[in-house]
Protein backbone atom coordinates (compact mmCIF):
# COMPACT_ATOMS: atom_id res chain seq x y z
CA UNK A 1 0.00 0.00 0.00
CA UNK A 2 1.82 3.46 -0.84
CA UNK A 3 2.07 6.36 1.37
CA UNK A 4 1.37 9.67 1.03
CA UNK A 5 2.78 13.26 2.13
CA UNK A 6 0.10 15.41 2.92
CA UNK A 7 -0.48 19.06 4.17
CA UNK A 8 -3.53 19.83 5.78
CA UNK A 9 -5.21 22.00 8.27
CA UNK A 10 -7.03 21.24 11.03
CA UNK A 11 -10.32 22.89 12.66
CA UNK A 12 -8.49 25.77 14.67
CA UNK A 13 -6.71 26.26 10.82
CA UNK A 14 -3.19 25.15 12.74
CA UNK A 15 -1.01 23.46 9.68
CA UNK A 16 -0.30 19.67 9.84
CA UNK A 17 1.87 17.73 7.68
CA UNK A 18 2.93 14.32 7.97
CA UNK A 19 2.49 10.94 5.76
CA UNK A 20 -0.27 8.60 5.47
CA UNK A 21 -0.72 5.13 4.20
CA UNK A 22 -3.94 5.05 1.74
CA UNK A 23 -4.68 2.52 -1.11
CA UNK A 24 -5.21 5.99 -3.62
CA UNK A 25 -4.92 9.91 -3.43
CA UNK A 26 -9.13 9.70 -2.76
CA UNK A 27 -8.78 7.39 0.15
CA UNK A 28 -5.79 9.13 1.50
CA UNK A 29 -8.15 12.64 1.33
CA UNK A 30 -11.08 10.22 2.99
CA UNK A 31 -8.82 9.47 5.84
CA UNK A 32 -7.86 12.83 6.44
CA UNK A 33 -11.01 14.12 6.66
CA UNK A 34 -12.22 11.45 8.93
CA UNK A 35 -9.38 12.58 11.25
CA UNK A 36 -11.07 16.27 11.02
CA UNK A 37 -8.48 17.67 8.97
CA UNK A 38 -8.78 19.69 5.85
CA UNK A 39 -5.85 18.56 3.13
CA UNK A 40 -4.09 21.33 1.25
CA UNK A 41 -2.06 18.97 -0.83
CA UNK A 42 -1.85 14.96 -0.96
CA UNK A 43 1.30 13.41 -2.73
CA UNK A 44 2.45 9.97 -3.26
CA UNK A 45 5.59 9.27 -1.70
CA UNK A 46 8.00 7.19 -4.98
CA UNK A 47 6.88 8.46 -8.33
CA UNK A 48 8.39 10.50 -10.67
CA UNK A 49 6.79 12.71 -12.83
CA UNK A 50 9.92 14.61 -14.50
CA UNK A 51 13.59 15.32 -14.04
CA UNK A 52 13.51 17.62 -11.46
CA UNK A 53 10.58 15.91 -9.43
CA UNK A 54 10.56 12.74 -7.30
CA UNK A 55 6.46 12.99 -6.40
CA UNK A 56 3.45 12.68 -8.32
CA UNK A 57 0.58 15.28 -6.93
CA UNK A 58 -3.20 13.85 -6.30
CA UNK A 59 -4.69 17.04 -7.45
CA UNK A 60 -1.59 17.75 -10.33
CA UNK A 61 -0.23 16.41 -13.24
CA UNK A 62 2.36 17.22 -16.17
CA UNK A 63 0.25 15.10 -18.40
CA UNK A 64 -0.48 17.00 -21.79
CA UNK A 65 -4.64 16.56 -21.32
CA UNK A 66 -3.77 18.00 -17.88
CA UNK A 67 -1.40 20.94 -19.34
CA UNK A 68 -4.28 21.63 -22.29
CA UNK A 69 -6.94 22.13 -19.29
CA UNK A 70 -4.76 24.76 -17.75
CA UNK A 71 -4.33 26.67 -20.53
CA UNK A 72 -7.91 26.50 -21.43
CA UNK A 73 -7.55 24.16 -24.12
CA UNK A 74 -10.56 22.46 -23.55
CA UNK A 75 -12.20 19.73 -26.58
CA UNK A 76 -15.26 20.74 -27.74
CA UNK A 77 -17.94 18.97 -27.13
CA UNK A 78 -18.38 17.93 -31.08
CA UNK A 79 -14.62 16.43 -30.63
CA UNK A 80 -15.51 14.44 -27.13
CA UNK A 81 -15.03 10.45 -26.64
CA UNK A 82 -17.68 8.71 -26.30
CA UNK A 83 -17.55 6.22 -22.74
CA UNK A 84 -17.86 3.31 -22.82
CA UNK A 85 -19.20 1.23 -20.01
CA UNK A 86 -16.51 0.28 -17.89
CA UNK A 87 -15.11 3.74 -18.67
CA UNK A 88 -18.37 5.19 -17.28
CA UNK A 89 -18.34 3.29 -14.20
CA UNK A 90 -15.04 4.25 -13.38
CA UNK A 91 -15.77 8.15 -13.89
CA UNK A 92 -19.06 7.62 -11.83
CA UNK A 93 -17.33 5.76 -8.71
CA UNK A 94 -14.42 7.85 -9.16
CA UNK A 95 -16.54 11.07 -8.76
CA UNK A 96 -18.84 9.34 -6.23
CA UNK A 97 -15.58 8.45 -3.81
CA UNK A 98 -14.49 11.95 -4.10
CA UNK A 99 -17.60 14.09 -3.69
CA UNK A 100 -18.59 11.67 -0.82
CA UNK A 101 -14.76 12.56 0.82
CA UNK A 102 -15.24 16.42 1.00
CA UNK A 103 -14.08 17.41 -2.44
CA UNK A 104 -16.23 19.67 -4.26
CA UNK A 105 -17.42 19.08 -7.55
CA UNK A 106 -14.67 21.46 -9.58
CA UNK A 107 -11.97 19.76 -7.39
CA UNK A 108 -13.19 16.68 -7.83
CA UNK A 109 -13.09 16.80 -11.97
CA UNK A 110 -9.71 18.12 -11.90
CA UNK A 111 -8.21 15.36 -9.82
CA UNK A 112 -10.12 12.45 -12.03
CA UNK A 113 -8.77 14.52 -15.44
CA UNK A 114 -5.37 14.93 -13.73
CA UNK A 115 -5.46 11.43 -13.38
CA UNK A 116 -1.65 9.87 -14.49
CA UNK A 117 -2.67 7.12 -16.94
CA UNK A 118 -4.05 8.17 -20.44
CA UNK A 119 -8.05 7.49 -21.14
CA UNK A 120 -11.09 9.32 -22.52
CA UNK A 121 -12.26 9.89 -19.27
CA UNK A 122 -9.87 12.25 -18.97
CA UNK A 123 -10.59 14.43 -21.84
CA UNK A 124 -14.07 14.15 -20.85
CA UNK A 125 -13.94 14.96 -17.36
CA UNK A 126 -11.32 18.14 -18.52
CA UNK A 127 -14.88 19.26 -21.00
CA UNK A 128 -17.25 18.76 -17.54
CA UNK A 129 -15.24 21.16 -15.76
CA UNK A 130 -14.41 24.12 -17.91
CA UNK A 131 -17.81 23.93 -17.66
CA UNK A 132 -18.42 23.80 -14.24
CA UNK A 133 -16.07 26.85 -13.29
CA UNK A 134 -18.44 28.47 -15.89
CA UNK A 135 -21.09 28.04 -13.93
CA UNK A 136 -23.08 25.37 -16.21
CA UNK A 137 -25.14 23.31 -13.54
CA UNK A 138 -23.65 19.58 -13.79
CA UNK A 139 -26.53 18.13 -15.28
CA UNK A 140 -26.27 20.44 -18.06
CA UNK A 141 -22.63 19.92 -18.76
CA UNK A 142 -23.12 16.38 -18.58
CA UNK A 143 -25.85 16.52 -21.71
CA UNK A 144 -23.29 18.20 -23.83
CA UNK A 145 -20.93 15.30 -23.66
CA UNK A 146 -22.92 13.61 -26.37
CA UNK A 147 -23.74 10.17 -26.27
CA UNK A 148 -21.71 9.26 -23.16
CA UNK A 149 -24.25 10.77 -20.86
CA UNK A 150 -27.40 8.51 -21.39
CA UNK A 151 -30.75 10.81 -20.28
CA UNK A 152 -31.92 8.86 -17.35
CA UNK A 153 -28.07 9.31 -16.17
CA UNK A 154 -28.52 13.10 -16.88
CA UNK A 155 -31.86 13.18 -15.06
CA UNK A 156 -30.90 11.37 -11.73
CA UNK A 157 -27.97 13.67 -11.34
CA UNK A 158 -30.40 16.22 -11.92
CA UNK A 159 -32.13 15.35 -8.93
CA UNK A 160 -29.04 14.99 -7.01
CA UNK A 161 -28.15 18.13 -7.47
CA UNK A 162 -31.91 19.42 -6.66
CA UNK A 163 -32.04 17.55 -3.43
CA UNK A 164 -28.50 17.75 -2.35
CA UNK A 165 -27.18 14.15 -2.40
CA UNK A 166 -25.58 13.54 -5.22
CA UNK A 167 -23.07 11.30 -4.13
CA UNK A 168 -25.67 8.66 -3.32
CA UNK A 169 -27.54 9.06 -6.22
CA UNK A 170 -24.01 8.70 -8.26
CA UNK A 171 -23.47 5.94 -6.04
CA UNK A 172 -26.53 4.19 -7.12
CA UNK A 173 -25.55 4.91 -10.67
CA UNK A 174 -22.76 2.57 -10.09
CA UNK A 175 -24.86 -0.21 -8.46
CA UNK A 176 -27.01 0.35 -11.99
CA UNK A 177 -23.91 0.28 -14.05
CA UNK A 178 -22.55 -2.40 -12.51
CA UNK A 179 -25.91 -4.53 -13.10
CA UNK A 180 -25.90 -3.86 -16.67
CA UNK A 181 -22.35 -4.66 -16.76
CA UNK A 182 -22.94 -8.25 -15.21
CA UNK A 183 -26.24 -8.63 -17.26
CA UNK A 184 -24.07 -7.72 -20.67
CA UNK A 185 -21.26 -10.40 -19.39
CA UNK A 186 -24.17 -13.07 -18.41
CA UNK A 187 -26.05 -12.63 -21.65
CA UNK A 188 -22.77 -12.90 -23.37
CA UNK A 189 -21.53 -16.01 -22.26
CA UNK A 190 -24.63 -17.67 -22.39
CA UNK A 191 -25.06 -17.48 -26.15
CA UNK A 192 -21.71 -17.73 -26.76
CA UNK A 193 -22.37 -21.74 -27.36
CA UNK A 194 -25.98 -21.17 -28.95
CA UNK A 195 -24.60 -18.74 -31.46
CA UNK A 196 -21.77 -21.11 -32.55
CA UNK A 197 -24.65 -23.98 -33.08
CA UNK A 198 -27.22 -21.58 -34.32
CA UNK A 199 -24.24 -20.04 -37.20
CA UNK A 200 -23.55 -23.78 -38.17
CA UNK A 201 -27.09 -24.69 -38.51
CA UNK A 202 -27.80 -21.74 -41.18
CA UNK A 203 -24.87 -22.99 -42.70
CA UNK A 204 -26.18 -26.27 -42.58
CA UNK A 205 -29.38 -24.90 -43.72
CA UNK A 206 -27.96 -23.11 -46.68
CA UNK A 207 -26.05 -25.81 -47.81
CA UNK A 208 -29.33 -28.37 -47.84
CA UNK A 209 -31.77 -25.99 -49.72
CA UNK A 210 -28.79 -24.81 -52.08
CA UNK A 211 -27.25 -27.94 -53.12
CA UNK A 212 -28.76 -31.01 -51.83
CA UNK A 213 -32.85 -30.00 -51.95
CA UNK A 214 -32.34 -29.33 -55.70
CA UNK A 215 -30.82 -33.00 -56.40
CA UNK A 216 -32.87 -34.57 -54.27
CA UNK A 217 -36.27 -33.31 -56.19
CA UNK A 218 -34.70 -34.20 -59.45
CA UNK A 219 -33.59 -37.59 -58.28
CA UNK A 220 -37.00 -38.35 -56.39
CA UNK A 221 -38.59 -36.85 -59.79
CA UNK A 222 -37.82 -39.80 -61.45
CA UNK A 223 -39.27 -42.43 -59.27
CA UNK A 224 -42.70 -40.52 -60.83
CA UNK A 225 -43.88 -41.42 -57.45
CA UNK A 226 -45.77 -38.77 -55.39
CA UNK A 227 -43.84 -37.56 -52.49
CA UNK A 228 -45.07 -36.94 -49.08
CA UNK A 229 -46.63 -33.64 -48.26
CA UNK A 230 -43.64 -32.30 -45.73
CA UNK A 231 -40.83 -33.40 -48.61
CA UNK A 232 -43.01 -31.91 -51.03
CA UNK A 233 -43.24 -28.55 -48.91
CA UNK A 234 -39.42 -28.61 -48.39
CA UNK A 235 -38.84 -28.68 -52.00
CA UNK A 236 -41.38 -26.07 -53.14
CA UNK A 237 -39.78 -24.14 -50.20
CA UNK A 238 -36.31 -24.78 -51.63
CA UNK A 239 -37.13 -23.79 -55.48
CA UNK A 240 -38.88 -20.57 -53.93
CA UNK A 241 -36.21 -19.33 -52.09
CA UNK A 242 -33.68 -19.84 -55.06
CA UNK A 243 -35.46 -17.98 -57.36
CA UNK A 244 -36.69 -15.43 -55.40
CA UNK A 245 -34.22 -14.48 -52.57
CA UNK A 246 -33.63 -11.08 -53.52
CA UNK A 247 -37.52 -10.52 -53.17
CA UNK A 248 -36.90 -12.25 -50.11
CA UNK A 249 -34.21 -9.34 -48.86
CA UNK A 250 -35.70 -6.60 -49.86
CA UNK A 251 -39.03 -7.23 -47.75
CA UNK A 252 -37.35 -8.26 -44.80
CA UNK A 253 -35.63 -4.74 -45.41
CA UNK A 254 -38.55 -2.89 -45.99
CA UNK A 255 -39.97 -4.59 -42.76
CA UNK A 256 -37.15 -3.38 -40.76
CA UNK A 257 -37.24 0.17 -41.94
CA UNK A 258 -40.85 0.18 -41.58
CA UNK A 259 -40.85 -0.87 -37.76
CA UNK A 260 -37.90 1.52 -37.65
CA UNK A 261 -39.75 4.31 -38.53
CA UNK A 262 -43.00 3.19 -37.41
CA UNK A 263 -40.75 3.05 -33.86
CA UNK A 264 -39.74 6.83 -34.15
CA UNK A 265 -43.33 8.22 -34.16
CA UNK A 266 -44.55 9.15 -30.61
CA UNK A 267 -47.63 6.51 -31.03
CA UNK A 268 -45.18 3.79 -32.59
CA UNK A 269 -42.67 4.34 -29.42
CA UNK A 270 -45.50 4.14 -26.79
CA UNK A 271 -46.83 0.89 -28.63
CA UNK A 272 -43.23 -0.19 -28.54
CA UNK A 273 -42.33 0.59 -25.02
CA UNK A 274 -45.45 -0.77 -23.65
CA UNK A 275 -44.52 -4.24 -26.02
CA UNK A 276 -41.68 -4.54 -24.36
CA UNK A 277 -43.28 -5.03 -20.61
CA UNK A 278 -45.06 -7.74 -22.37
CA UNK A 279 -42.72 -9.76 -23.99
CA UNK A 280 -42.66 -13.06 -22.17
CA UNK A 281 -39.22 -13.21 -19.60
CA UNK A 282 -38.14 -10.33 -20.64
CA UNK A 283 -41.27 -7.85 -19.51
CA UNK A 284 -40.87 -9.26 -15.96
CA UNK A 285 -37.26 -8.29 -16.03
CA UNK A 286 -37.52 -4.80 -16.75
CA UNK A 287 -40.40 -4.44 -14.70
CA UNK A 288 -38.48 -5.10 -11.60
CA UNK A 289 -35.97 -3.55 -12.95
CA UNK A 290 -37.89 -0.64 -12.84
CA UNK A 291 -39.59 -1.00 -9.72
CA UNK A 292 -36.00 -1.19 -7.89
CA UNK A 293 -35.16 2.04 -10.03
CA UNK A 294 -38.08 4.15 -8.74
CA UNK A 295 -38.03 2.75 -5.12
CA UNK A 296 -34.68 3.38 -4.86
CA UNK A 297 -33.97 6.77 -5.89
CA UNK A 298 -37.53 7.88 -4.49
CA UNK A 299 -35.87 6.59 -1.39
CA UNK A 300 -32.94 8.81 -1.54
CA UNK A 301 -34.57 12.06 -2.32
CA UNK A 302 -37.52 12.20 -0.03
CA UNK A 303 -35.04 11.02 3.13
CA UNK A 304 -32.76 13.96 2.08
CA UNK A 305 -35.28 16.42 2.09
CA UNK A 306 -37.31 16.33 -1.44
CA UNK A 307 -40.69 16.67 -1.55
CA UNK A 308 -42.52 13.74 -2.94
CA UNK A 309 -43.80 15.68 -5.78
CA UNK A 310 -40.77 17.02 -7.17
CA UNK A 311 -39.29 14.03 -6.51
CA UNK A 312 -42.00 12.19 -8.94
CA UNK A 313 -41.21 14.88 -11.24
CA UNK A 314 -37.41 14.43 -11.47
CA UNK A 315 -38.32 10.32 -11.58
CA UNK A 316 -40.54 11.04 -14.64
CA UNK A 317 -38.26 12.87 -16.51
CA UNK A 318 -35.48 10.36 -16.26
CA UNK A 319 -37.70 7.83 -17.10
CA UNK A 320 -36.62 7.05 -20.63
CA UNK A 321 -39.53 4.20 -21.16
CA UNK A 322 -42.88 6.20 -22.78
CA UNK A 323 -45.00 4.35 -21.51
CA UNK A 324 -43.84 4.15 -17.84
CA UNK A 325 -43.08 7.70 -18.16
CA UNK A 326 -46.95 8.15 -18.62
CA UNK A 327 -47.34 6.39 -15.21
CA UNK A 328 -44.91 7.94 -13.10
CA UNK A 329 -47.35 11.28 -14.43
CA UNK A 330 -50.67 9.83 -13.51
CA UNK A 331 -49.10 9.35 -10.52
CA UNK A 332 -47.57 12.56 -9.65
CA UNK A 333 -51.00 14.58 -10.88
CA UNK A 334 -52.94 12.07 -8.28
CA UNK A 335 -50.39 12.50 -5.55
CA UNK A 336 -50.88 16.84 -6.42
CA UNK A 337 -54.44 16.54 -5.38
CA UNK A 338 -54.14 14.99 -2.52
CA UNK A 339 -54.02 11.28 -2.73
CA UNK A 340 -51.38 9.51 -1.42
CA UNK A 341 -48.81 7.24 -3.20
CA UNK A 342 -49.38 3.83 -2.39
CA UNK A 343 -53.63 4.55 -3.42
CA UNK A 344 -52.03 6.36 -6.26
CA UNK A 345 -49.81 3.58 -7.70
CA UNK A 346 -53.06 1.22 -7.03
CA UNK A 347 -55.51 3.17 -9.19
CA UNK A 348 -52.80 2.99 -12.32
CA UNK A 349 -53.46 -1.04 -11.98
CA UNK A 350 -49.90 -1.61 -12.44
CA UNK A 351 -47.90 -1.61 -9.44
CA UNK A 352 -47.84 -5.13 -7.59
CA UNK A 353 -50.02 -5.55 -4.57
CA UNK A 354 -46.53 -6.14 -2.43
CA UNK A 355 -45.18 -3.08 -3.48
CA UNK A 356 -48.30 -0.75 -2.57
CA UNK A 357 -48.50 -2.57 0.77
CA UNK A 358 -45.40 -1.93 1.82
CA UNK A 359 -45.74 1.87 1.10
CA UNK A 360 -49.14 1.93 2.90
CA UNK A 361 -47.40 0.85 5.69
CA UNK A 362 -45.06 3.33 5.32
CA UNK A 363 -47.47 5.95 4.84
CA UNK A 364 -49.46 5.05 7.98
CA UNK A 365 -46.17 4.85 10.24
CA UNK A 366 -44.58 8.13 8.74
CA UNK A 367 -41.60 6.31 7.46
CA UNK A 368 -42.42 5.99 3.80
CA UNK A 369 -38.44 7.07 3.15
CA UNK A 370 -37.72 3.48 5.11
CA UNK A 371 -40.75 2.04 3.21
CA UNK A 372 -39.50 3.10 -0.27
CA UNK A 373 -35.73 1.47 0.73
CA UNK A 374 -37.53 -1.78 1.99
CA UNK A 375 -38.84 -2.13 -1.36
CA UNK A 376 -36.16 -0.99 -3.74
CA UNK A 377 -33.96 -3.97 -1.69
CA UNK A 378 -36.86 -6.60 -2.13
CA UNK A 379 -37.25 -5.59 -6.05
CA UNK A 380 -33.10 -5.38 -6.79
CA UNK A 381 -32.85 -9.02 -5.22
CA UNK A 382 -36.37 -9.95 -7.38
CA UNK A 383 -34.48 -8.63 -10.54
CA UNK A 384 -31.24 -10.28 -9.47
CA UNK A 385 -33.43 -13.70 -9.80
CA UNK A 386 -35.14 -12.50 -12.64
CA UNK A 387 -31.78 -12.01 -14.59
CA UNK A 388 -30.39 -15.44 -12.99
CA UNK A 389 -33.81 -17.05 -15.09
CA UNK A 390 -33.57 -15.31 -18.17
CA UNK A 391 -29.59 -16.14 -18.91
CA UNK A 392 -30.47 -19.78 -17.70
CA UNK A 393 -33.24 -20.50 -20.34
CA UNK A 394 -31.47 -18.66 -23.28
CA UNK A 395 -28.96 -21.06 -23.92
CA UNK A 396 -31.22 -24.37 -23.74
CA UNK A 397 -34.36 -22.22 -25.86
CA UNK A 398 -31.74 -21.74 -28.75
CA UNK A 399 -30.73 -24.82 -28.75
CA UNK A 400 -33.92 -26.68 -29.12
CA UNK A 401 -34.95 -24.07 -31.57
CA UNK A 402 -32.58 -24.56 -33.70
CA UNK A 403 -32.67 -28.85 -33.14
CA UNK A 404 -36.41 -28.69 -33.85
CA UNK A 405 -35.45 -27.03 -37.56
CA UNK A 406 -32.58 -29.04 -38.32
CA UNK A 407 -34.83 -32.25 -37.41
CA UNK A 408 -37.95 -30.78 -39.63
CA UNK A 409 -35.79 -30.21 -42.76
CA UNK A 410 -33.86 -34.05 -42.10
CA UNK A 411 -37.22 -36.23 -41.50
CA UNK A 412 -38.50 -34.17 -44.67
CA UNK A 413 -35.39 -35.93 -46.56
CA UNK A 414 -35.58 -38.82 -44.99
CA UNK A 415 -39.27 -39.28 -45.77
CA UNK A 416 -39.02 -38.48 -49.70
CA UNK A 417 -36.03 -41.24 -49.98
CA UNK A 418 -37.98 -43.77 -47.90
CA UNK A 419 -41.85 -42.96 -49.59
CA UNK A 420 -38.82 -43.63 -53.17
CA UNK A 421 -37.06 -46.42 -52.11
CA UNK A 422 -40.36 -48.33 -50.68
CA UNK A 423 -42.31 -47.72 -54.11
CA UNK A 424 -39.16 -49.46 -56.09
CA UNK A 425 -39.40 -52.06 -53.61
CA UNK A 426 -42.66 -52.54 -54.71
CA UNK A 427 -42.50 -52.71 -58.52
Known sequence: ???????????????????????????????????GLQPSKVVEEGVATSSSASKKSFFGS???????A??????????????TTPQLLFFTEELAELLDAGLQLEGALKVIEQRQEKSPVKIVAAHLRQL??????????????????????????????????LPQILKRQCAHLEMVGELGKKVTSALVYPAIVFSSAILLMFIFLTFLVPQLSVLLGKSGQ??????????????FCAHWWWAIAAFI????????????????RAW???????????????KARFYAEV????????????????????????????????????????????????????????????????LAVGEQTGDLAGSLARAAKRYDRELTSRIQHLTTLIQPAVILIVALFVGVVAYSMISGILSSVNALKAH
Open 70 to 83: KAGEVPSADNLPKL
Open 132 to 165: VREGVGFSKALRSCGKSFDPLYCNLVAAGEAGGV
Open 295 to 358: MQNLSTLVSNGVTMLSAMDLMRAATGNVYLKGLLEKVGDMVREGSSLASAMRRTGFFPPVLLDI
Open 1 to 35: MPFFSFKAQDAAGRSEGGRIEALSGSDAYRKLRER
Open 272 to 286: WHRAQLDVPVVGPVL
Open 62 to 68: SSPSAAK
Open 253 to 268: GAVVTGLRMAVVTPAG
Open 226 to 239: KLPVITQALITTSL
